[in-house]
């Protein structure tokens, strides 16, 4: 019973991979050139990580998982801050991108050929360096064919030799329905499911691996049609998306969206990664330090709201609390004024693809500042605290 058993699984796989073969539809925006120098760059990094943003209630949210137990444990004010201090650096573990680099080529690699070996057996041999601790990407497998050629592995058999001794949790050795049925990757997409296949597909498939390029530009391009991006903000997959725009030129929706939810600094970033990429001969470094001289990073600003909630920090005066009630303060005003004559001078540029689209928002948060500012300086007043401002 066991062997008929087997023989349908088997059965199985290959009707999988049969339906694998022909694979999804091939994305309209790929990498024409080796992305990865672009992205691996400290300025490029340092971008991404800070339009990602560490909002904590998003990164450690509940998810179905074993084990969502909730630990309950005393601490002094020295032992809290210690363990902010370690939520932050696990934070910013979690949110570590998945590489963008090129697509890897197969290339036969002979290592010797040897006719006296010639039909020794009727199948190839696969010999795999199974050392312990070693890097999966510096494990040597090699072929031995039947007419006695011995060849480095395909990458492909290279992957299931790496899975069949060292075995990754949740890869498959066949294409998971949902990457090889294009029905149920469509349901996916348009049920807006983006974080879910990219967490997979960061599972099943290597980031040098064709089947990674297309399956994330299609998520990516799908997303810009929806403008759902917040789904994917304060996820690994944030960094990636932002990138893949900023490379296609094609911002503008994700634009529109940092500037319809007041993410200026953002939306300058997002501005400046693209001139980077494309070497626009623009200064866009100097409108950053500004900004970054003036707003703090996204750690400090995560770990000043954790300690907002010791009794300590709580009574910090009057304009304190009025800050709070608007939102914003002196610094931020004179930020967004920076922020807005940066992203007005790309909309004027020849860069800018859905201009009144993008007009529209900007004047619309302009406006909103403007009340904003105006209550602020009401506030301020009606409590006499415009002198110690100044």
Known sequence: ???????????????????????????????????????TDAETQQLLQSMTQLQLDKVFRKRTVPDNSVHTQFMTTAQLEKEFLQTIEKAQQLLQMPPVVKIKEDTERIIS????????A??????????????????????????GTLSYATLDITKRMNQLYFPLDGRKFYTPRMFSDEQLFQRCLDEHKYEFILDRLTVQYEPYEAEFHNISAKVFEHLNESKQFDQLRSTR????????????????????????????????QLIALSYKIHKVPLDYQATLRQLEELQPSPAVKALAE???????????????????????????????????????????SEHALKKVQLELAVQTLKELNLEKQQLYEGLKKAHGVQQQAS
């Open 1 to 39: 019973m066991s062997l008929f058993r087997h023989i349908r699984k088997l059965n199985a796989l290959q009707n999988v991979r049969q339906l694998s073969s022909a694979g999804l539809k091939s994305s309209t925006l790929q990498y024409a050139t080796d992305p990865q120098p672009q992205f």
């Open 122 to 147: 009727t199948t190839k041999y696969v010999f795999t360096d199974i050392t312990f601790g070693l890097p999966q990407s510096e494990r040597k497998v090699v072929v031995r064919d039947v007419d």
């Open 113 to 120: 050929k040897d006719p006296a070996l010639k039909d020794f």
């Open 306 to 348: 954790l300690r907002s909630g010791l009794r300590q920090h709580q009574a910090k005066g009057i304009e304190n609390e009025i800050q709070t009630a608007i939102g914003k303060t002196e610094t931020d005003f004179q930020a967004d004024e920076i922020s807005l004559r940066f992203i007005e001078q790309y909309i004027g």
């Open 237 to 268: 997959h944030f960094g990636p998306m932002a990138f893949f725009y900023a490379w296609h030129r094609c911002i503008d929706d994700l634009l529109y969206d940092m500037i319809r939810r007041d993410y200026l600094l953002n939306a300058v």
